[in-house]
């Protein structure tokens, strides 16, 4: 069975101040890992994914994360928070075959100016 | 624009109403997969479809029921619905056998009163 915990449901940052989003999960197969984000009444847009080969992965708007397989961890950075990323971030845990794509919880992203 | 097309986009019902929500891809995608979000709860999948002609039951499938029309179209139905049906509802799709991530629409907002 697969899992996903996102710590804090809320996480509030400065603008222009490093942006640090937690993910854990639990996999029996090799994971393929995502982030997705969500801006307000909209749908989810996929950020960025890890599936197989290098493990630090770029995805778009200056995101990046890290597949740590040792400390089974996928968490989501960005070096410095802009206002426009004010949004809820979701991690995902799937299989290759995706056909049971499990989602975390959330994380709102607050930016303070 | 090519994507995935959610009908409609908001909804009120009264308890034991019936009603389908529609969704349709233009992408190709062989899979589609029916979500719906809760507060502090993530993405809970109800039911998807690995192929045209085949559907299957997810994380909470009760009060539900699918219909894979064609490869384009993939609609959940609401036979009696429930107070605890108040959700919002993401139709999603991806390309193949392999996850590279899924296209998600716009969303369905469902209250049940």
């Known amino acids: 069975a697969q899992s996903v915990t996102q710590l804090g449901s809320h996480v509030s940052v400065s603008e222009g101040a490093l942006v640090l989003l937690r993910c854990n999960y639990s996999?029996?197969?090799?994971?393929?890992l995502f982030w997705y984000v969500q801006y307000p009444n909209q749908g989810l847009q996929l950020l960025l994914k890890?599936?197989?080969?290098?493990?630090l992965v770029k995805g778009i708007n200056g995101f990046e994360a890290e597949f740590k397989k040792s400390e089974t961890s996928f968490h989501l950075t960005k070096p410095s928070a802009h206002m426009s990323d004010a949004a809820e971030y979701f991690c995902?845990?799937?299989?290759?075959?995706?056909?049971?794509?499990?989602f975390g919880a959330g994380t709102r992203l607050f930016v303070k100016a | 624009n090519a994507g995935v097309t959610q009908t409609p986009k908001f909804q009120v019902l009264k308890t034991g109403q019936s009603m389908t929500l529609q969704c349709a891809q233009d992408?190709?995608?062989?899979?589609m997969y029916w979500y719906r979000q809760d507060p502090g709860m993530g993405l809970r999948l109800i039911y998807y479809?690995?192929?045209?002609?085949?559907?299957d039951k997810g994380e909470v499938p009760n009060g539900y029921n699918v219909s894979r029309l064609n490869k384009r179209e993939f609609s959940l139905r609401l036979e009696s619905a429930a107070p605890s049906q108040t959700s919002v509802y993401f139709c999603?799709?991806?390309?193949?056998?392999?996850?590279?991530?899924?296209?998600f629409g716009s969303g369905t907002r469902l209250t049940v009163v």
């Open positions: 479809s690995a192929s045209e002609g085949t559907t």
């Open positions: 999603a799709s991806v390309a193949a056998a392999t996850n590279y991530g899924y296209t």
């Open positions: 996999s029996s197969v090799p994971p393929y």
């Open positions: 995902a845990v799937s299989d290759a075959g995706g056909f049971k794509t499990i």
């Open positions: 890890y599936t197989t080969g290098a493990t």
């Open positions: 992408m190709n995608h062989n899979s």
